[in-house]
């Protein structure tokens, strides 16, 4: 439970291309966003100070031409009394001070002014606090008209929160178009990211389908950035090959060289078991004769499974309804000798496939060779060749035997393992070679209970195309 629990954390942990990829990309793109809400905010509010300053100067404006042409002794009437104050978003303020007679009208609350303004400049612009409260002013002076020694100093203030409100309202939708961009931009990203990875499928497939194959990778559709993973594959590849054609010249010479000794070995029992009269040493020798016969053996099936793996494939079309009935026939004397019934199905179908005819007559007489070596006598060997559907035909060997227990049927196939309980004289090897062999021959095998009691090994392998079946044919006619 341990060892589990800490090899969860290490795989989410794995490291992605694709996340890694989208995270240099988004992590930018919002600290993006982030900075440009804060620039836009202060240009947006930059630019409502500039339009709210112009117009809080031409009310200051509006205001003093209203009163040279339409307010008698400096009143003003409800009606623009109530446009000055008026604002939605806030309060505006004015007033209008003679410099001889004080307020004249508007909020007291404003104070006067306290810098000097004199008439015929500009409106001033600047900010004070009414209350705690920040005022943004516009103050203009200009001469009273009804008192040419008298100034009337005119001031028009209003609150900030118009202008902040503009600002949010204007960031508002710059950043939700910005977001909005963002977001389709990601998902262009990933959708890139996605699809532009696949340009490593091929070579994903590639690999996926090889076996035992150490050949270079073709490296013409493999992506100018991967070469160098490639390029350490193919290295990798170099030295495998190099390793496994040591160990297979090791097991070839070692089983070659054990045949001679072996076969002396057994000339000299034969002899001693003639000469000797004892029991006892009779038994001993037939001992040691049936041990020189399986470490015979298996020399035997270990230079064979070298051969199989060191040989290349010659691949060319097989037509499996002639080779497995040959085949079979050739083992009708050792049925006879042993009293098994052999038989044989086939079907009507073409069944040609594209393989090594040799590897393929060694794997099914491996095959043979192994159900009528654990079919008691009088028992029964089937062979049955199908077709399982328009891609692959099915060859099926099952026998009568004692069969294999269920948790044993996974582990046939590899080398030198023997299931538990076997009591006959075999190596282990057999299934290997079969194994390989049709792991050369991109097929599939299979172990399975026979409904003849035993075991039942069944070998897939792809037909060729119907047309191809016919091409095959006239080839083998000619």
Known sequence: MSSQASSTPALRRRPSLRRRLLLFLVVPMLVFLLVDAVVT????????????????????????????????????SPQARFLLEFDPDGHNYFSIRSVKQGLIAGSKRLRPITRAALPGQPPTLYNENLNRQALRLATLAIANPHDKRDVLDITVAQDFRGREQVAQHI?????????????????????????????????????SRREHDLSPIDDDDVPVELLPLTKTIDDLFARVNELLKLQERFIADAAHQLRTPLAGLRLHIDRALRFT????????????????????????????????????????????????????????????E??????????????????????????????????????????????????????????????????????????????????????????????????HIVRQHAGKLQFRRSVLGGLSVTIYLQRLPAESDSAAAVGAGT
């Open 277 to 336: 009269h004892d029991e006892r040493a009779r038994e001993a020798l037939e001992q040691i004769e049936r041990l020189t016969d399986r470490t015979t053996r298996t020399s035997t099936q270990l230079l064979a499974l070298s051969r199989a793996q060191a040989r290349p494939m010659q691949m060319a079309a097989v037509n499996l309804r002639t080779l497995v009935p040959d085949l079979t026939g050739q083992r009708v004397p050792d049925t006879i």
């Open 171 to 207: 960031l508002f939708l710059s950043v939700s178009l910005q977001l909005a961009l963002i977001v389709a931009l990601l998902i262009l990203v990933w959708l890139g990211v996605r699809f532009g990875l696949r340009v490593i499928d091929p070579l994903t497939r590639r690999l």
């Open 41 to 76: 905010y202060f240009v947006a509010l930059s630019y409502a100070n500039h339009v709210h300053d112009r117009d809080l100067a031409d009310d200051a404006l509006t205001l003093a031409t209203m009163l040279r042409t339409q307010a008698p002794d400096g009143q003003i």
């Open 338 to 435: 042993r009293d098994i019934d052999l038989g044989f199905e086939t079907t009507d179908e073409p069944a040609w496939v594209r393989g090594d005819a040799i590897a393929l007559q060694q794997a099914l007489d491996n095959l043979i060779d192994n159900a009528l070596r654990y079919t008691p006598r009088g028992g029964t060997v089937t062979l049955t060749l199908a077709t399982e559907s328009r891609q692959w035909l099915c060859l099926q060997v099952e026998d009568s035997g004692p069969g294999v227990d269920s948790a044993a049927l996974s582990r046939l196939g590899e080398r030198f393992f023997r299931a538990p309980g076997n009591q006959h004289n075999g190596t282990g090897l057999g299934l290997a070679i079969v194994q």
